[in-house]
């Protein structure tokens, strides 16, 4: 995605290979939370809603508030803005994005978190455990959803009607679980 949200937090400077002074403004770029994701076979166009900047909820209307809940918002967002994509189906309402172009899927490590934690209470408990596998390594293709829903810790650059370049990203969930497998699950 070639859009994020940001705003104006002042001036400075810098120098170039010469020293001749440039004057520069400094930007916050995100994060940006997606809100609203609309699809072509649902809205008739593809298009993510993103939120900028935290505020308390008794800052925002009603309307608001209620659309932002809707979207399992904990933390409400002051600034919101749709961004026309010709392919949304590497977002998923709640992803996190940053300048960076990297995949932040926080909710993903929280819901994995509390399922290794479950394995962890059971052990403790005395219930044998041979192991724990999540649903999929790279993100597959779901038989009645295609490509819509993603649940890997590797994505792909990809949708049904589009193989696109099919190239791997790895999502945070990726490394988060990687330490959790290194760590044989203590660090969680």
């Known amino acids: 995605m070639k859009a994020i949200i940001g705003k104006k937090v002042g001036m400075s400077q ?3 290979e010469n020293g001749k002074v440039i004057p520069v403004t400094v930007i916050e770029a995100g994060p940006c939370t997606v809100v609203q994701k609309k699809t072509a076979e649902k809205d008739g166009y593809e298009a993510v809603q ?3 900047q935290t505020i308390p909820e008794r800052k ?3 309307p608001e508030v209620g659309h932002q809940k ?3 918002m904990t933390e409400f967002k002051k600034v919101l803005k749709e961004f026309r994509l010709d392919d949304c189906s590497k977002y998923e309402v709640g992803d996190e ?3 960076d ?10 819901y994995l978190r509390q399922h290794v934690q479950a394995i962890a209470d059971a052990i403790g ?4 455990v041979m192991g724990y596998c999540p649903w999929s390594v790279m993100d597959l293709l779901s038989s009645h959803q295609g490509f819509r829903k993603r649940y890997g810790f590797i994505y792909v650059n990809r949708t049904d009607s589009d193989l696109k370049d099919l190239a791997r990203i790895r999502k945070d ?3 988060w679980y990687q330490k959790v497998i290194k760590t044989n699950g203590e660090c969680l």
């Open 101 to 110: 172009g990297r995949v932040h899927d926080d909710y993903r490590i929280d």
């Open 14 to 16: 810098i120098f170039d």
């Open 173 to 175: 969930s990726f490394y």
């Open 97 to 99: 994005l940053t300048a």
């Open 50 to 52: 993103l939120g900028f």
């Open 70 to 72: 809707k979207a399992g």
């Open 125 to 128: 408990d005395g219930v044998e």
């Open 60 to 62: 925002l209307t009603k």
